[in-house]
């Protein structure tokens, strides 16, 4: 069938985009209108389902079918959304209070079944809709309006817990490194299967700064590794720095320096289905580690939910005795009354 | 085999099963009423099984009972008191002698009742001296040695060859009540094809009861009960939830869509999501969410993508699912909330029924939040109102709550299979692919629904949410002036579905001064009560209510043709409650029970004779 060649002003919707002025999540919508032209999906068929958040309003912003759910469950909507028809692009726009507090259930299950569709975490660290509450990721010690002592929590580590989950694919990116992100979410819809990009997102009015640490353009390239495909793990401004395997673990080291080669440095394989390295690059952080963006997990290890679901329908149709219900009804110990 | 005995014809017998819930009672119950039905009489039946799959052997929490009621003339409960009561071990007399007629039979495992079991169920030493059975006949039958003995050769160990047993006690009832034993034959030879001695074996017990009933000098009548007289047609058993997966199914069929059913298991529901489940020859989509949240949430899914969505659950999911119903209130999307009500608050009394959460489908969420209520009222009927919950939810675009309940959900009783041409057509206000301004909230003018543009279709991008929606477009809108008429809009949708339901009926006398008021799964109890009281020469009438929200445009009237209004129901008076603030003029009596079990004909008898009785 032809596809008319669609451009990201097709996605963009007549509403006024409410977020705050220097908030990242203008630049995650302009990323994805990017990206979508790239799939050769027809503009119909795309859905963008989300919860409750300052993310959440996305779907609002898209001129594309959106459904705006309730607080944590976007993610089980979109399952009923994508097993009802396979045929859509259903894309989950969600953040840290809404996925990995409220709607945790329905994540780490979203993942186990994998569901085809892309689940973008817009991670800020803080509840933002609430005027700035922690959230499940924000760091031990965060002081904030519910923890004026500073939070005495554990925050979790959405990779980790992705894959964790059997999470097939999992990836990371910045919400200002928009060309890297439009990459990611062009391989996250490619993907069969749940794609899980979790989007390091500055809140400028309440968290911000948050990942200053490694966002800022002025030490960002020696500060995170941005992980290809069979490319051997090389960061920094001078790509003077890589990644090894020591004693069962990662190590950051300079090339060239204590006769390390680029030939010592690991090589990236995303496809790889066993999942150890790639919770250990999901779980690096600074300034012990570079923080790895890119697609970090892109495993085709199992069928997709839905096609599963519609395989057995369709083996099971084929089979059938009964095509009705009312075969159905006749069906079995049945009796005539003359 | 000497068949000399007496043959009784009797119109109506009642038995009750009962023993450990590892004894096979509800199987033995179900092929004795499956036999009954297909010997043509009209059946009733009612599992009352425990909570616990496997409570501690030969205790009464661990007693699993199931009653069969069939007869010569209408069924419609599944009897009070029963004629008699097959005991597998004293803990089942014990939790069922309150049930048997004072004449009675009670046939027993004389084997099952050592001093073991005595103790274990809680007698001190003869439970037969205990209980008063003065008038009972009491047959100790050696149900496990006779099962040994007759099984001693076919090579099976002593666990799985007493497994069996329950098929002798079915074969001495058979015997008692001139059932043949080809159904249960039959039976075996389908559910042991893989393993034959097993077949051999229950086969062979069986037989041996049947025979065992024949030779003992104890009994000495047998009894038959003729067919009933029934509309011809074509028959099969049937339970609530099996016809409330059906309805559901033959609704989509009659609209030409999809199914979708996101669910999550929960007691007494589960036969809804297993049987839909079971449809995929059918093209239906099952969905077993990892919460009653997701199972809804799953659902609202399915119908945003163009299917008939459903969710089946008991009152606790119920409640849980109560912010996502509101979700599908203000998005305005079909779906289908089959609340299959139990024992309640909390987790309840979960294998047991009750009517008690009215007030919860009608009121349980936040905000102005109008749904269809609507409730079978008979095992079958569950079909046709699954069947216009769907209807009703497709064409107006609205969720709707049916509400079943555990003595509906589990109970069967033979139904005549319709004819899908005898239900009407369902259109659903599907948008069209080039609609041209097309708006997602503009509304048809007499019904208020909005249109359905599931996605995909192309040029109708649009966005849905549980913000606030503008009328018309469905933008986000803080205007107070349009939330104000939308929530009067969304109140009037649902009370315009009074204009495609059928008003209320009344059996029995329209010029008696008194009416019984009920709804839902009490309909056999009530109208088995009002019309043995007319029998006895008094008038009296009955409004059985399917239709909660909104009611039968004809309600008032009716009320106002009678002087005296009693509502019974199994709760404390929810329905009551809810007619008076709907007709406030009456003054309404109150029958409530709240026990978990169904009413007691006799019981509402009682109470209805007394209000008869005083002017
Ligand atoms: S509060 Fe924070 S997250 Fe929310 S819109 Fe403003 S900047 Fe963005």
Redesign the interface.
């Known amino acids: 069938m032809e596809i008319k060649e669609l451009v990201p002003a097709d996605f963009k919707?007549d509403?006024m985009v409410r977020w705050c002025a220097g908030c990242g999540d203008h630049a995650i919508l302009n990323s994805i209108q990017k990206a979508l032209p790239r799939l050769g999906i027809?503009?119909?068929?795309f859905?963008f389902?989300s919860g409750?958040g300052c993310s959440s309003r996305f779907?609002?912003y898209?001129?594309?079918?959106?459904?705006?759910?309730?607080h944590g469950?976007a993610a089980?909507?979109?399952?009923?959304?994508?097993?009802?028809?396979p045929?859509?692009s259903v894309w989950v726009i969600t953040g840290d209070g809404d996925s990995l507090a409220i709607g945790g259930?329905?994540f780490i299950?979203l993942i186990r079944r994998n569901v085809d569709l892309n689940l973008i975490l817009f991670n800020n660290q803080i509840y933002g809709l609430t005027k700035g509450q922690y959230s499940p990721t924000s760091e031990h010690g965060t002081v904030t309006k519910t923890s004026p002592l500073g939070t005495v929590e554990r925050p979790f580590k959405p990779g980790a817990l992705a894959i964790g989950a059997r999470g097939t694919f999992f990836a990371r990116t910045i919400d200002v490194m928009t060309k890297l992100s439009t990459e990611i979410y062009v391989k996250a819809a490619q993907h069969k299967g749940t794609s899980i990009v979790e989007v390091l997102q500055n809140c400028v009015i309440f968290s911000d700064k948050v990942w200053a640490d490694i966002s800022d353009r002025k030490y960002r390239d020696d500060r995170v590794i941005v992980l290809e495909n069979d490319q051997p793990m090389i960061y920094g401004k001078d790509r003077d720095k890589g990644l090894m395997l020591k004693d069962g673990g990662l190590l950051p080291v300079q090339i060239e320096k204590n006769g390390v080669t680029e030939d010592d440095l690991l090589v990236h394989d995303s496809h790889n289905p066993f999942a150890g390295l790639h919770v250990a690059l999901a779980n690096m952080e600074y300034p012990d580690f570079p923080v790895a963006l890119g697609v970090i997990r892109d495993c085709q290890e199992t069928a997709s939910y839905e096609t599963a679901?519609a395989n057995?329908?369709k083996e099971?149709?084929s089979?059938?005795?009964?095509?009705?219900?009312?075969e159905?009804?006749?069906s079995?110990?049945?009796?005539?009354?003359? | 085999m000497s068949k000399q005995a007496k043959v009784i014809e009797i119109d109506e017998v009642a038995i009750r099963f009962s023993g450990d819930s590892g004894d096979g009672m509800q199987l033995t119950g179900t092929l004795f009423s499956?036999t009954s039905?297909?010997f043509?009489n009209d059946v009733s039946t009612f599992p009352d099984y425990p909570a616990e799959i496997r409570a501690p052997q030969g205790t009464v929490g661990g007693v699993s009972g199931f009653q069969v009621h069939f007869g010569h003339t209408q069924v419609n409960t599944p009897g009070d008191y029963c004629d008699v009561l097959v005991a597998m071990n004293p803990a089942a007399l014990k939790a069922n002698f309150r049930w048997i007629k004072p004449d009675g039979i009670i046939i027993f495992d004389r084997d099952a009742f050592d001093e073991k079991n005595i103790k274990k169920a809680g007698y001190d030493k003869d439970p037969l001296k205990e209980e008063p059975t003065d008038g009972i006949q009491l047959i100790g039958a050696p149900i496990s040695s006779m099962t040994r003995e007759t099984l001693k050769d076919i090579g099976l160990d002593q666990k799985s060859i007493l497994r069996s047993k329950n098929m002798f006690a079915l074969g001495i009832v058979s015997w008692l009540y001139d059932r043949p034993l080809e159904?249960a034959i039959d039976f075996f030879q389908r559910k042991f094809a893989k393993k034959p001695v097993l077949i051999d074996a229950n086969t062979q017990v069986l037989q041996a009861g049947y025979n065992y009933a024949g030779n003992i000098q104890a009994l000495t009548v047998s009894f038959k009960v003729r067919p009933a007289d029934?509309?011809?047609?074509?028959?099969?058993?049937i339970n609530g939830n099996t016809a409330a997966a059906?309805g559901i199914?033959?609704a989509a069929?009659k609209a030409g869509l999809?199914v979708?059913l996101?669910s999550y298991p929960i007691t007494p529901a589960t036969g809804i999501l297993e049987e839909m489940a079971a449809?995929?020859?059918?093209?239906?989509?099952s969905?077993q969410?990892?919460?009653e949240?997701?199972g809804i949430?799953?659902?609202?899914?399915?119908?945003?993508?163009?299917?008939l969505?459903a969710t089946s659950t008991s009152g606790p999911g119920l409640a849980l699912k109560s912010?996502?119903i509101?979700?599908a209130v203000i998005?305005e999307l079909p779906l289908v909330i089959v609340n299959v009500q139990r024992g309640g608050p909390s987790t309840g009394l979960p294998t047991k029924t009750e009517q008690s959460d009215l007030m919860q489908a009608l009121y349980g969420r936040n905000g102005e939040s109008p749904v269809v209520v609507i409730a079978s009222s008979t095992p079958s009927n569950c079909f046709d109102y699954a069947f216009e919950a769907s209807r009703i939810a497709l064409e107006r675009m609205t969720p709707v709550i049916l509400l079943t309940d555990g003595f509906l959900a589990n109970g069967t009783e033979p139904w005549?299979?319709?004819d899908?041409d005898d239900f009407p057509d369902i259109n659903p206000p599907i948008a069209k692919e080039g609609s041209k301004d097309w708006l997602p909230y503009n509304r048809d003018e007499h019904t208020l629904a909005r249109e359905w543009a599931?996605?995909?279709?192309?040029?109708?991008?649009?966005?849905?949410?549980?913000?606030e929606k503008m009328a018309g477009s469905g933008?986000?809108s803080y205007v107070p002036e349009n939330h104000e008429y939308m929530v009067g809009i969304r109140e009037e949708k649902v009370n315009r579905v009074e204009d495609m339901i059928p008003e209320q009926e009344i059996i029995g006398d329209p010029d008696a001064d008194l009416l019984i008021i009920g709804w839902g799964g009490t309909y056999g109890h009530l109208v088995t009560a009002v019309s043995e009281i007319q029998r006895e020469g008094y008038k009296v009438a009955l409004a059985h209510f399917n239709y909660i929200k909104p009611l039968p445009k004809n309600t008032g009237e009716i009320l106002g043709q009678f002087k005296k209004h009693l509502v019974c129901e199994l709760n404390l008076g929810q329905f009551a409650h809810y007619l008076r603030m709907n007709y406030p003029k009456y003054n309404y009596l109150q029958y409530n029970k709240v026990q978990g079990l169904p009413f007691i004909v006799q019981e509402l008898k009682d109470f209805i004779l007394k209000n008869l009785e005083e002017k």
């Open positions: 919707s509403q027809k503009h119909e068929d859905a389902i409750i779907p609002y898209m001129n594309t079918y959106g459904f705006h759910g309730i469950r089980a909507i979109a399952s009923g959304v994508k097993t009802a028809n045929e859509l259930n329905h299950h679901v057995q329908i099971a149709q089979q059938a005795k009964s095509k009705s219900i009312k159905i009804m006749l079995g110990s049945t009796w005539e009354v003359k | 499956d039905a297909l043509g159904h029934i509309e011809p047609g074509i028959y099969r058993n059906w199914i033959a069929e999809p979708f996101g449809r995929k020859d059918l093209g239906v989509v969905f969410a990892e919460d949240i997701a949430c799953t659902a609202i899914g399915g119908s945003f993508a163009g299917s969505a912010e996502a509101g979700l998005t005549k299979i319709p899908m599931k996605a995909g279709i192309p040029g109708l991008e649009h966005r849905v949410g549980g913000l933008n986000v």
